[in-house]
């Protein structure tokens, strides 16, 4: 996951955070669940997380104020965080969970009417990966089309968390992690009901791996972890 925990400058590592509140949009939401379960994870005693809404450059701005002494923001808002003197103080990434960010999705009619466009697509996806890891100026120029980012401090750095850091090169859907959101979803009131396994399908990029696509793509490189 490519989210990070900047805090104010006064707080340079975790256990800092005792006493203080991290600003989140509302009770439950992710940026909610993932600072409650940084907390969790590191015990650290008596932290608010203080509902705040709005975008996450809003909740920055909230933090700049001091409403609150930590937010959980995604790259490159971390570059303009440590460039104003705030500390960047952990990476949610080395929690090393299981986790969808980004992901292709096809109707159960489409998979089953049409599987042939499906692993087309999937594989498409996976050159595109490989594509970036390896023409990393090109990447970078489409990344400034759309992310809108010219500064070259955060488009490295942005292209290094969303090309390199998060990439599962095999393209697995962590089942894991579906069933989680699901039960979350439950639990928030959302009548789900189709099993979490009927929700994801890796068929397809099981393939890519038994057919020798990925191997042909990547080489040795396939077993070697992304980041």
Do not use: C
């Not at 805090?7 to 991290?22: M, N, P, V, W, Y």
């Not at 390896?134 to 750095?157: D, F, G, I, S």
């Amino acid at each position: 996951m490519p989210f990070v925990l900047v805090t104010q400058k006064e707080i340079r590592k975790l256990e800092d955070l005792k006493g203080k509140s991290l600003g989140v949009v509302r009770p439950g939401d992710l940026s909610d669940r993932l600072s409650r379960l940084l907390v969790k994870r590191f015990n650290i005693p008596d932290v608010t997380m203080r509902p705040i809404g709005g975008s996450q450059t809003e909740r920055y701005q909230a933090m700049a104020a001091n409403l609150v002494q930590g937010v959980v923001i995604t790259p490159p808002l971390d570059v303009r965080a440590k460039n104003d003197g705030y500390n960047v103080t952990y990476r949610l990434i080395d929690l090393d969970l299981p986790f969808v960010y980004s992901s292709l999705h096809a109707s159960s009619r489409s998979i089953r009417g049409r599987p042939e466009m499906v692993q087309r697509m999937v594989a498409a996806f996976g050159e595109a990966v490989q594509f970036a890891d390896k023409n990393p100026a090109k990447t970078k120029a489409a990344m400034t089309k759309v992310m809108r980012v010219n500064n070259e401090e955060a488009l490295n750095v942005s292209y290094n968390v969303y090309a390199k850091d998060i990439v599962d090169r095999r393209m697995i859907v962590p089942g894991q992690a579906v069933a989680e959101s699901v039960e979350l979803q439950r639990t928030l009131g959302l009548p789900v009901k189709r099993k979490a396994a009927e929700l994801y399908d890796n068929a397809f990029t099981a393939h890519l791996e038994k057919s020798g696509f990925l191997k042909e793509l990547w080489g040795a490189e396939l077993s070697a972890p992304a980041r």
